[in-house]
């Protein structure tokens, strides 16, 4: 009796282990295209302004100019900027957060002639980009007297995102309606069901729409530099701003190290919830 001797590494198990270094391989270069951007722009916050006007470009610094972020620092109010934009941020993340969810959970679980409709059309609303709306939104607030106020983040808080609105209408209409039948026969209207059943139960996606938002916000540059003064304005506006020279030139190596500075909270929240927000990324998913 004669016996067949597989070669070396044409098994199973050696077939699954190069699958794997080819997936391992391509997250990695996937996650180093995401990383080259903030890694470079790192570098360029440690450079000297002599090294980023050399020819040709210098990879690495040669002498790592840390106080260049000391001086980023100290050149700004830094920590005021960062405040008002910590307020606006909280602000705007709440009440956005919780008027989607809101607006999403009338989506899923009521019933009205034209809900459709208007469905899609909120949807299509996702395509209109920020410039069209701008201006007329500014001539609205200042005509409200709102311009250089806090103002328009609490009407845009209320006022919903349809993107944020459809991951709450997937999520809602994805529980089961046992849940809400039994709340009816105990005698609570869909008020108290969304607050003391629905909402404690979405905190995925509460989590997922909370850092979303608080991104969007932290990141605008065009609302506060249109509606708020140089005192009231954003960490955003200052970093793009504030680190001239009195010729009106960037001074590059400073904004990077802002910027770098800047960046470093949406990094901290997201690693602090980013269990919850892929959770809600995925329990929001189409169903």
């Known amino acids: 009796m004669t016996t067949t001797s597989l070669p070396v590494g044409s098994g199973p198990r050696s077939r699954i282990r190069v699958k794997r270094l080819v997936l391992y391989t391509v997250l990695v270069a996937i996650t180093g295209l995401f990383l080259g951007p903030f890694g470079w722009l790192v570098l360029t916050g440690l450079k000297s302004s002599a090294e980023l006007a050399a020819s040709p470009v210098h990879w690495l610094p040669d002498h790592v100019q840390w106080h260049n972020f000391a001086d980023a620092y100290h050149l700004i109010d830094f920590l005021g900027y960062a405040r008002n934009s ?53 001539l609205i607030f200042a005509k409200l007297g709102m311009v250089d106020t806090y103002w328009p983040w609490v009407l845009w808080g209320l006022a919903s995102a349809p993107y944020l ?94 910027s770098v500075m800047y960046v470093v909270p949406i990094l901290l929240i997201f690693l602090v919830a980013q269990r919850g927000f892929v959770a809600g990324m995925s329990t929001s998913g189409l169903k």
């Open 86 to 138: 910590l307020i606006i941020a909280l602000i705007y993340a709440t009440l956005i957060t919780l008027s989607s969810a809101w607006v999403g959970f009338g989506f899923a679980r009521l019933s009205a002639p034209g809900k459709k409709t208007l469905f899609s059309i909120l949807l299509g609303s996702m395509m209109l980009p920020q410039m069209i709306t701008l201006l007329p939104t500014y």
């Open 165 to 258: 609105v459809f991951l709450f209408r997937q999520f809602f209409a994805g529980l089961p309606r046992e849940l809400e039948e039994a709340a009816i026969v105990d005698g609570c209207g869909y008020v108290g069901i969304f607050w003391r059943i629905f909402l404690p139960q979405s905190w995925p996606v509460l989590t997922a729409s909370f850092v979303i938002a608080f991104t969007w916000s932290w990141g605008d540059y065009i609302a506060p530099q249109l509606l708020l003064s140089s005192d009231r304005s954003t960490l955003a506006v200052a970093v793009m701003s504030s680190y001239v020279t009195s010729a009106g030139t960037p001074v590059t190596n400073l904004q990077a190290a802002g």
